[in-house]
């Protein structure tokens, strides 16, 4: 009953989504006749076309998907000679004679002449507009079509199916009569039936032209200030069991989807990367639309990657576990590029300052990634994917299909088999050169090729006993100075006098807001009681750019050798820009320690605690 209500929930905020915008014009090309023997039946043909493309969708496999853009053509084609002839009624006049008869019964669906139009003529162009509507679904159709993927077809699945279908119906119909109204309202003050048949004309051409090319999904999606895909991904958040978002560490308990079907948790995958050849199917390769802009590469299509084999690297520059993994990633980018692997970093935000392109840029060249890089900041591909986790590695045979995925850092010796299998089963045979290299005697030199320092160096997970823990109010945690944070206010606190492990507290004047804390005053500082070899934390300066000095000190003392890469030794150092700083390595023993950062000048922003 809770899925049927959120099938009903999503479809009813579909009317919400940018690519439903195009769509609208064909609903209001009905608009001025009988809701009953028009309305109704235009969005009964849609409904029931959509809910049977989905169902198809859902155990038909690839083919469905193809069959259906052939679909989706044929609908742009048809409805672009429908808005003709609704702008120049003498236009099916002069069509040539095997097309006069078409044309002519499209143009008695939007006549104004006083004729009523039949029910059937209207379900019939329902038809082809539910082909144009069936991309606009989101995360909780991926739901349903879960389901599906798990429990097999069913008569549960298309009524799930048929709910969300019904949700849209409403929210359209809903437009439909307050449109008709605003129709008759034009007809009775203006005499206007005519150039008001002439405008929908336009309009519906204006929409095919968007939906032939891509606007709907594309432009439109950045110019809308209604993000559906959120507000539908929190109704499932709140409304399913156990539903939660993503975060820097992988979550197995929860399932990814991939193209609306159900990958397996790490675990299993990885048994399964233990027998190369049964690596099953997960999924098709979803493609990469939605970046807001690429680096070091143009635009990269599931099509024109077709015949490669793809990793797909979900990464955000400031994450500690994604920096863990990057050495790895950028070896099997250099090691197999010539024998057609290919390697695409996904920047899904995690901060609002990950989403400034020039800060990605730099991380990413300070990084050493040269491999191409989809920056997606509004989520388009990490929904596609139905990704959940930074990092996430997604492995796509030369046939555009998922065959292998894997969440969080560790099993990278797996991973490469995958890679060698999918580049094997593609035809590359110099992939065999490369792992009897790594048979021979050389095989510690090549294996030596994955180097990583500073950030990058692997946790020490014996040693760490400290949990990621974020300084903004959304998310924080353990944090026990006196009065609690005030929120989005700023405040004067004081540091707690002892703390117990993994609780922290501000000293100073601070305005904790949803995301971070920023220092309105100089000499303040954060204290946390941690156990584990590294101690991170994410750091920007001042709003206006000016550098802020600080100091750290290790239970009361300068660091020395156990300073981190940001720090010297006798624990100062500077804030310059908005990424990861690792302000303490330990060398020898490991045990509960309380860590101080003083800052020295006002401005700076602090935003998540990590360790490693």
Same mark, same amino acid.
């Given at each position: 009953?809770?899925?049927?209500?959120l099938? $009903?929930?999503?479809?009813?905020l579909?009317i919400?989504?940018?690519c439903?915008l195009? /769509?609208l014009?064909?609903?209001?090309?009905?608009?001025?006749?009988?809701?009953v023997?028009?309305?109704l039946?235009?969005l009964?043909?849609?409904? @029931? &076309?959509?809910?049977?493309?989905?169902?198809?969708?859902?155990?038909?496999?690839?083919w469905?998907?193809?069959?259906?853009?052939y679909?989706?053509?044929?609908a742009?084609?048809l409805?672009?000679v429908f808005?003709?002839?609704?702008?120049?009624?003498?236009?099916?006049?002069r069509?040539? !004679?095997?097309?006069v008869?078409?044309?002519? !019964?499209?143009?008695?669906?939007?006549?104004?002449?006083?004729?009523?139009?039949?029910?059937?003529?209207?379900f019939?162009l329902?038809?082809?507009t539910?082909?144009l509507?069936?991309?606009c679904?989101?995360?909780?159709?991926?739901?349903v079509?879960?389901?599906a993927?798990?429990?097999?077809a069913?008569?549960g699945?298309t009524?799930?199916?048929?709910?969300?279908a019904?949700?849209?119906?409403?929210?359209?119909?809903?437009?439909?009569?307050?449109g008709?109204?605003v129709?008759?309202?034009?007809?009775r003050?203006?005499?206007?039936?005519?150039? /008001?048949?002439?405008?929908?004309g336009a309009?519906?051409?204006?929409?095919?032209?968007?939906?032939?090319?891509?606007?709907?999904?594309?432009?439109l999606?950045?110019?809308?200030? @209604?993000?559906?895909?959120g507000?539908?991904?929190?109704? /499932?958040?709140?409304?399913s069991?156990?539903?939660?978002?993503?975060?820097?560490?992988?979550?197995?308990?929860?399932?990814?989807?991939?193209?609306?079907?159900?990958?397996?948790?790490?675990a299993?995958?990885m048994?399964?990367?233990?027998?190369?050849?049964a690596?099953?199917?997960?999924?098709?390769f979803?493609?990469?639309?939605?970046?807001?802009?690429?680096?070091?590469s143009?635009?990269?299509?599931?099509?024109?990657?077709?015949?490669?084999?793809?990793?797909?690297?979900?990464?955000?520059?400031?994450c500690?576990?994604?920096?863990?993994?990057?050495? %790895?990633?950028?070896a099997?980018?250099?090691?197999?590029?010539?024998?057609?692997? @290919?390697v695409?970093g996904?920047?899904?935000?995690?901060?609002?300052?990950?989403? #400034?392109?020039?800060?990605v840029r730099?991380?990413? !060249?300070?990084?050493?990634?040269?491999?191409?890089v989809?920056?997606? #900041?509004? $989520?388009?591909?990490?929904?596609a994917?139905g990704?959940n986790?930074?990092?996430?590695? %997604?492995?796509?045979?030369?046939?555009?299909?998922?065959?292998?995925?894997h969440?969080g850092?560790?099993?990278?010796?797996k991973?490469?088999?995958?890679?060698?299998?999918?580049?094997?089963?593609?035809?590359?045979p110099?992939?065999?050169?490369v792992?009897?290299?790594?048979a021979s005697?050389?095989? #510690?030199a090549?294996?030596?090729?994955?180097?990583?320092?500073?950030?990058?160096?692997?946790a020490?997970?014996?040693a760490?006993?400290?949990?990621e &823990?974020?300084v903004?109010y959304?998310?924080?945690e353990?944090?026990v100075?006196?009065?609690?944070?005030?929120q989005?206010?700023?405040?004067?606190?004081?540091?707690?006098?002892?703390?117990?492990?993994?609780?922290?507290g501000?000293?100073? #004047?601070?305005?904790v807001?949803?995301?971070?804390?920023?220092?309105?005053?100089a000499?303040?500082?954060?204290? %946390?009681?941690f156990?584990?070899r590294?101690?991170h934390? @994410?750091?920007?300066?001042?709003?206006?750019?000016?550098?802020?000095?600080f100091?750290?000190?290790?239970?009361?003392?300068?660091?020395?050798t156990?300073?981190?890469?940001?720090v010297?030794?006798?624990?100062?150092?500077?804030? &310059?820009?908005?990424?990861?700083y690792?302000?303490?390595?330990?060398?020898?023993?490991?045990?509960? !320690?309380?860590? &101080?950062?003083?800052?020295?000048?006002?401005g700076v922003?602090?935003?998540?605690f990590?360790?490693?």
């Amino acid at each position: 009953m809770l899925l049927l209500i959120l099938s $009903y929930l999503g479809g009813a905020l579909t009317i919400l989504s940018p690519c439903i915008l195009p /769509v609208l014009p064909f609903v209001f090309a009905r608009a001025d006749q009988p809701f009953v023997r028009s309305g109704l039946p235009l969005l009964a043909g849609m409904g @029931v &076309t959509f809910a049977g493309v989905a169902t198809l969708a859902a155990v038909g496999g690839s083919w469905v998907a193809q069959a259906n853009q052939y679909g989706r053509w044929l609908a742009i084609a048809l409805l672009a000679v429908f808005g003709l002839t609704l702008l120049l009624p003498g236009l099916a006049e002069r069509l040539t !004679r095997p097309l006069v008869n078409a044309g002519s !019964r499209l143009s008695n669906f939007a006549q104004t002449d006083g004729r009523t139009s039949r029910p059937a003529s209207s379900f019939l162009l329902g038809i082809p507009t539910g082909l144009l509507w069936a991309p606009c679904a989101g995360p909780i159709l991926g739901l349903v079509l879960t389901g599906a993927a798990l429990q097999g077809a069913s008569f549960g699945t298309t009524l799930l199916l048929l709910a969300y279908a019904a949700g849209a119906a409403t929210s359209l119909a809903i437009a439909l009569l307050i449109g008709g109204r605003v129709f008759a309202a034009m007809k009775r003050s203006l005499g206007a039936g005519e150039w /008001v048949r002439r405008g929908i004309g336009a309009a519906m051409l204006a929409g095919v032209g968007a939906i032939a090319l891509g606007l709907d999904t594309g432009v439109l999606t950045q110019i809308s200030t @209604v993000a559906t895909g959120g507000l539908e991904q929190r109704l /499932v958040d709140k409304l399913s069991p156990g539903g939660k978002g993503g975060g820097t560490m992988p979550m197995p308990a929860e399932p990814a989807i991939v193209s609306g079907k159900p990958a397996q948790d790490g675990a299993m995958m990885m048994r399964a990367a233990d027998h190369p050849a049964a690596l099953p199917v997960e999924g098709r390769f979803p493609g990469l639309d939605g970046a807001v802009q690429w680096l070091n590469s143009p635009p990269l299509s599931a099509e024109a990657l077709r015949g490669k084999v793809v990793l797909v690297d979900f990464w955000t520059y400031s994450c500690i576990n994604c920096l863990r993994t990057l050495p %790895y990633v950028k070896a099997w980018a250099e090691k197999y590029r010539d024998q057609g692997l @290919v390697v695409v970093g996904v920047h899904a935000p995690e901060f609002a300052f990950e989403r #400034n392109i020039d800060n990605v840029r730099k991380a990413a !060249r300070d990084l050493g990634v040269t491999y191409p890089v989809a920056i997606d #900041n509004n $989520y388009a591909i990490w929904r596609a994917f139905g990704n959940n986790y930074w990092p996430a590695h %997604y492995f796509i045979d030369a046939q555009g299909r998922v065959r292998f995925h894997h969440f969080g850092e560790g099993e990278y010796e797996k991973s490469e088999a995958v890679i060698r299998q999918l580049l094997a089963e593609a035809g590359h045979p110099d992939v065999a050169k490369v792992a009897m290299a790594e048979a021979s005697p050389d095989a #510690n030199a090549i294996r030596q090729t994955v180097t990583a320092q500073g950030v990058e160096m692997a946790a020490d997970k014996d040693a760490m006993r400290s949990p990621e &823990t974020y300084v903004g109010y959304a998310r924080a945690e353990n944090f026990v100075s006196a009065g609690g944070a005030r929120q989005d206010q700023s405040k004067d606190y004081s540091a707690p006098a002892e703390l117990a492990l993994n609780q922290w507290g501000l000293a100073g #004047n601070w305005k904790v807001r949803e995301e971070e804390a920023t220092l309105e005053r100089a000499s303040g500082r954060i204290v %946390y009681r941690f156990h584990a070899r590294d101690l991170h934390l @994410v750091l920007g300066p001042s709003p206006d750019g000016k550098p802020v000095r600080f100091r750290v000190t290790i239970d009361g003392k300068a660091p020395g050798t156990s300073h981190g890469t940001d720090v010297a030794t006798d624990g100062s150092g500077t804030v &310059t820009e908005q990424r990861l700083y690792q302000l303490v390595r330990q060398r020898g023993d490991i045990r509960d !320690r309380t860590f &101080t950062i003083e800052f020295l000048d006002p401005g700076v922003q602090a935003f998540a605690f990590t360790f490693g």
